[in-house]
């Protein structure tokens, strides 16, 4: 089993930024990639964005390429998400996901931390 804890969600104004982070533990030699999703109210939920610990392409959502970042501190394995420029648009539950690509055998979440952007 992993264990995925975010933190840094809150409200923050349109034009603002928070950074988001997700702390792995546990069977951490299962998994090799992480990522970020999030589910607004009513809405599935979608990725963001997701990377290869070991390295390789990380691809965006369109609907914030350019205006957020992933990063990884594989020492602490931990991801960031580090997000500009935030649009009401923007406002939903973001979720922590690991996994083992590209077969998925092992499919992990953190209970989500919610950002709220005001206009």
């Known amino acids: 089993q992993v264990q995925l804890v975010e933190s840094g969600g809150g409200l923050v104004q349109t034009g603002g930024s928070l950074r988001l982070s997700c702390a792995a533990s546990?069977?951490?030699?299962?998994?090799?990639?992480m990522g970020w999703y999030r589910q607004a109210p009513g809405k599935q939920r979608r990725e963001l964005v997701a990377?290869?610990?070991?390295?390789?392409?990380?691809n965006y959502a369109d609907s914030v390429m350019g205006r957020f970042a992933i990063s990884r501190d594989n020492a602490k394995n931990t991801i960031y998400l580090k997000m500009n420029s935030l649009k009401p648009d923007d406002t939903a539950v973001y979720y922590c996901n690991a996994h083992d690509f590209p077969t998925w055998k092992y499919n992990y979440w953190g209970q989500g931390t919610q950002v709220t952007v005001s206009s």
């Open positions: 990377v290869v610990t070991s390295g390789g392409s990380v």
């Open positions: 546990g069977s951490i030699s299962s998994i090799n990639a």
